[in-house]
């Protein structure tokens, strides 16, 4: 059974997504109302909504400067429509080993800009 990460970055401050759990994000993003207000005010608990096992563990704290999943949070999330468009390239950002201090990855308008420079 998946706990929808990839342990092999556990290092580099939380673990990539497995590829499944990374698609159920992006899709969720990419359609889902409810689940991007929540994943805006704490990708800690839409991620441990989703089964996210490192996440789970640190639900329901929204996640601060330094802290795991950081990475994850937004001043203006993106449209579902940038997500859509972006979402080969986030996938393989998620699901990729040592990347995940990249911040701004799901802000509106800055996601080629952060995925380019990763």
Known sequence: MSNGSNND????????????????????????????????????????????DAAQALAPVAPGVGDPFYCMTTTQLASKEEIAAARTELQAHLTRAGNHAVIFCFEAE?????????
């Open 9 to 52: 970055d556990a290092a580099a401050g939380h673990p990539g997504l497995d590829a499944v759990m990374a698609d159920t994000l992006l899709e969720k993003l990419s359609s889902d109302d409810g689940f991007r207000a929540l994943f805006h005010a704490n990708p800690i608990q839409a991620l441990a909504d989703l089964g996210v």
């Open 110 to 118: 800055r996601i080629a800009s952060a995925l380019d420079s990763n």
